[in-house]
């Protein structure tokens, strides 16, 4: 018997015949046959499991679904989301749906956006050993150990613009020998660039204070008298700015444009 074998033997003695177009994989240790096109998610629920954690947007955005897996020829621990992860013969899987990282309170308004802050909120970040485990680790394909170094160096910018991707699924952290949590790093490091670096929108503060002056306050009191079927017509009717559009765009009809 290999070692293959044998592993699998200790967990589930079912003979391992494969039914066509399906593959067997192991939740938690017991086997199931499942359609081979399936992501971890939707096997998951093809084998019965009801998904009320680890499991939000099924779209690669949300970072619930953080998982991991292995092979049983293989000592290598693989990492990925579960609703983007499609399965492979053998996989044995446990799903991480929250992890407990260091998670720093601040006051954004009252912080200074630079290394000092960072490193006085996650003085962790300077026991990084550089090993990139948690690069490797990471299902957006970001280079963690990349941004982390620019919160070392003090770089704000680089590392709200080089973690912006992060869905904050927590592999990288579950990984780290530093005990690090890159992504509290990461929304820090974003929270401070939006907050003290980044240019205010002019556009948005006029718009605001429109709003503030009552400009839109007529039109907002003609739509409300409106039937519902009305409000449809007039949604329908509506020329939709293009993707694309640039800052200078404005629709055909000017009537409830309010110009700055
Ligand atoms: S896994 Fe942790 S110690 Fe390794 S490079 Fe990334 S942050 Fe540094
Ligand atoms: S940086 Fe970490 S928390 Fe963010 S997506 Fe990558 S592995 Fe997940
Ligand atoms: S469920 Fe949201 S990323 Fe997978």
Redesign the pocket.
């Known amino acids: 018997m290999s070692k293959k074998e044998s592993r699998v033997g200790k967990l589930d003695s079912r003979p391992k015949k494969k039914e066509a177009g399906k593959v067997p994989i192991f939740i938690m240790g017991k086997r199931y046959d499942v359609p081979e096109s399936l992501t971890i998610q939707k096997a998951l629920e093809y084998a019965g499991y009801q998904l009320v954690r680890g499991c939000g947007c099924r779209g690669g955005i949300c970072g619930a679904c953080g998982t991991v897996y292995r092979f049983p020829d293989s000592y290598r621990i693989e990492v990925g989301l579960a609703c983007q992860t499609v399965v492979q013969p053998d996989m044995y899987i446990a799903q991480i749906p929250f992890f407990p990282g260091n998670k720093a309170v601040y006051d954004i308004e009252t912080l200074q956006p630079t290394g000092a802050t960072i490193g006085a909120l996650y003085p962790e ?1 300077f ?9 490797r680790s990471c299902p957006m394909d970001i280079d ?2 990349g941004y ?1 170094s620019k919160a070392l160096q003090g770089n704000v910018a680089a590392l709200a613009e080089n973690s912006f991707d992060c869905v904050m699924c927590g592999l ?1 952290a579950s ?4 005990e ?1 949590v ?1 992504y509290n790093v990461a929304i820090l490091g974003r929270r401070l660039y939006a907050r003290h670096i980044v240019p205010r929108a002019k556009h948005l503060a006029k718009a605001v204070e429109n709003i503030e002056n009552k400009k839109f306050d007529k039109t907002l009191m003609e739509l409300k008298r409106l039937s519902v079927d009305d409000l449809k017509k007039i949604y329908k009717a509506l020329e939709v700015e293009p993707d694309m559009a640039d800052e200078s765009w404005v629709p055909k009809n000017k009537a409830h444009v309010v110009e700055d």
Request: with cysteine; charged share 15%.
């Open positions: 970040i026991k990084c050993v550089g090993c990139g485990t948690c690069t963690v150990l982390i990288c990984r780290c020998p530093a690090e890159q």
